[in-house]
T-cell receptor, first 109, second 118 residues
C-alpha cells in the first residue's frame, strides 16, 4: 500500500526554528509537495522537491532524500501566523497525489 | 479575483437526499479535482478530470459523480446522502509547470464546502 507518515502535532516558540518530517512509501515517485492549511481554510502550495537536496524559499526550506523516502520542511524565525497544518504529499507513478494527514503546528509566544 | 470558487460554503441536509456542489476556476487550468477531507484531516482524492480523461478513485461510492459542463467547471453530485459523507469537500485545479527540467502541477484549492448530513 501507499503511505505517508507525519507527526500529528508539534509545538514551537515564536522566533524559533522547527523541522517537520515526512516519510513515504509509494508506488513510484514523481515529486514531493508541501502545503500549508490554516484551520477552516484551503491548503496552499509551499514547495516542490523532485531531486535530492534542499530547496530554500524565504523562511521556509524543504529537503528531500529519495533513497530514504524522507523529506522535511524547515520553518525559521517562526511567527504566530505560521500556526497551521502542514501537509506532505507525494506524486506516485500514476502522477496521482498521495497525501499525509498533516502536522498541526502550534506556535507559542 | 477568486481563482477557484465553490458553492455552497456550508451544506446541511438530511440522510437520503441528493445534493450538488459547484466548482469554478478562472485560472485556465486543464485539470480539476475533487477531494474529501474527513474529521481526521486526511485529504483523499475522489476524482481528477481534464477534457480528455476522468480518473476515479475506486474507493469512491458510485453515489458520487462529477459533472463537467466545460473546462472551467467541475460539479459534484451526491445521491442518497449518508451520515459518513459528512466532511469538507475541496475542489482544486492545476496546470502543468516546470522546474529545473521537471514537470509538476501546483494545485490551487477552493475554499471548501462543509457538508453535514443529519
Amino acid at each position: 500500500g501507499q503511505n505517508i507518515d507525519q507527526p500529528t502535532e508539534m509545538t514551537a516558540t515564536e522566533g524559533a526554528i522547527v523541522q517537520i518530517n515526512c516519510t513515504y512509501q509509494t508506488s513510484g515517485f514523481n515529486g514531493l509537495f508541501w502545503y500549508q492549511q490554516h484551520a477552516g481554510e484551503a491548503p496552499t502550495f509551499l514547495s516542490y522537491n523532485v531531486l535530492d537536496g534542499l530547496e530554500e524559499k524565504g523562511r521556509f526550506s524543504s529537503f528531500l532524500s529519495r533513497s530514504k523516502g524522507y523529506s522535511y520542511l524547515l520553518l525559521k524565525e517562526l511567527q504566530m501566523k505560521d500556526s497551521a497544518s502542514y501537509l506532505c504529499a507525494v506524486r506516485d507513478s500514476n502522477y496521482q497525489l498521495i497525501w499525509g494527514a498533516g502536522t498541526k503546528l502550534i506556535i507559542k509566544p | 479575483d477568486t481563482a477557484v470558487s465553490q458553492t455552497p460554503k456550508y451544506l446541511v441536509t438530511q440522510m437520503g437526499n441528493d445534493k450538488s456542489i459547484k466548482c469554478e476556476q478562472n485560472l485556465g487550468h486543464d485539470t480539476m479535482y475533487w477531494y474529501k477531507q474527513d474529521s481526521k484531516k486526511f485529504l483523499k482524492i475522489m476524482f481528477s478530470y481534464n477534457n480528455k480523461e476522468l480518473i476515479i478513485n475506486e474507493t469512491v461510492p458510485n453515489r458520487f459523480s462529477p459533472k463537467s459542463p466545460d473546462k472551467a467547471h467541475l460539479n459534484l453530485h451526491i445521491n442518497s446522502l449518508e451520515l459518513g459523507d459528512s466532511a469538507v469537500y475541496f475542489c482544486a485545479s492545476s496546470q502543468e509547470g516546470y522546474s529545473g527540467g521537471f514537470s509538476y502541477n501546483e494545485q490551487f484549492f477552493g475554499p471548501g464546502t462543509r457538508l453535514t448530513v443529519l
